[in-house]
């Protein structure tokens, strides 16, 4: 470990089916406005948000005419890239709307819609080929935390995501138990601590050293205001990704000022 390499922290609020195109405009402009009045500096703290299908190009065209501070990202997309997939969204469509991240494999996605790992894979090379960051989501269940205990099921997911993945690739990891995600219960720094050192090692693994000290590696699940410096104070933590809490404005902002209200 060289424990040198600055990574720019990342905070990402994943709407999930939450918010039409109209909300979703009222919202990045307010949440620009909050960030702008409070002098956030994004160099300091990246701040993404990750809106329906839907909303992508009214977000694409506010944050483009306003010169907004905000990357901006989808929450899935289909493994292939064009073809008789009806419901699907290529990548290509969210590189042309001008989407730096999309996420892959979130906990919903593999649970409500068995996402397996080799779909999770072909997701992510589709990502990489639409030079999209993909934002790779592991966690693991309580069953599993009880059976395999706190790193196995996450480090053997982020493997299966890497499968076939060799050069110096631009990734994002998000490590969200299950457990935690919506449950208001969220894990503790430690915790998260630990498990995001595993993934970090499967990374200087498959990715190289390099690499693996520039990836950003998330925690998610019930990240709130009060919580989040906790998180952020642990050296293999680089930011969040927040559900339920992104979508208020004043609690969004203020996480992703953490710095300010902990004095980091
Ligand atoms: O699933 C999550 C983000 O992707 C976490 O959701 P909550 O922050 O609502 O627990």
Same mark, same amino acid.
């Given at each position: ?6 990574? %720019? ?20 402009? =307010? ?11 994004? &160099?300091?703290? *990246? ?6 299908? %839907? ?5 694409? #065209? ?16 289909? *493994? ?46 589709? &990502?990489?080929?639409?030079? /999209?960051?993909?934002?790779?989501? +592991?966690?693991? #269940? ?25 050069? #110096?690739?631009?990734? +994002? ?12 219960? &969220?894990? #503790?720094? *430690? ?5 995001? &050192? ?7 693994? %498959? /990715? ?15 990240? =709130? ?8 104070? *642990?050296?293999? +933590?680089?930011?969040? /990704? ?23």
């Amino acid at each position: 470990m060289t424990g040198t390499v600055r990574r %720019t922290p990342l905070i990402a609020g994943n709407w999930k089916m939450n918010l039409d195109h109209l909300q979703a405009i009222a919202f990045v402009q =307010k949440l620009a406005w909050g960030l702008a009045d409070a002098k956030h500096d994004v &160099a300091s703290v *990246e701040v993404a948000v990750f809106p329906p299908f %839907t909303d992508l190009r009214s977000v694409q #065209t506010l944050v483009a005419a306003d010169k907004l501070p905000i990357a901006f990202g989808a929450q899935d997309l289909s *493994e292939h890239d064009s073809g008789a997939y009806t419901g699907e969204i290529s990548g290509a469509f969210l590189s042309a709307l001008d989407c730096s991240y999309v996420l892959i494999g979130h906990s919903e996605r593999r649970t409500l819609h068995g996402e397996s790992d080799e779909q999770v894979s072909g997701k992510v090379r589709a &990502a990489l080929r639409h030079n /999209l960051v993909p934002i790779i989501c +592991v966690g693991e #269940t309580s069953d599993d935390l009880e059976k395999h205990g706190p790193s196995a099921v996450p480090v053997a997911q982020l493997k299966a995501a890497l499968s076939g993945i060799t050069s #110096t690739v631009d990734i +994002v990891v998000a490590y969200e138990p299950v457990w935690a995600i919506g449950s208001g219960q &969220a894990a #503790t720094p *430690e915790q998260a601590e630990q498990v995001a &050192a595993a993934l970090r090692a499967v990374l200087v693994d %498959t /990715l190289g050293e390099d690499v693996a000290q520039k990836t950003r590696i998330l925690y998610g699940g019930s990240v =709130k205001s009060s919580n989040i410096a906790g998180f952020m104070r *642990e050296p293999n +933590v680089d930011g969040a /990704l927040v559900g339920g809490a992104s979508l208020d404005l004043n609690e969004f902002t203020s996480i992703v000022r953490y710095q300010k209200h902990v004095g980091l």
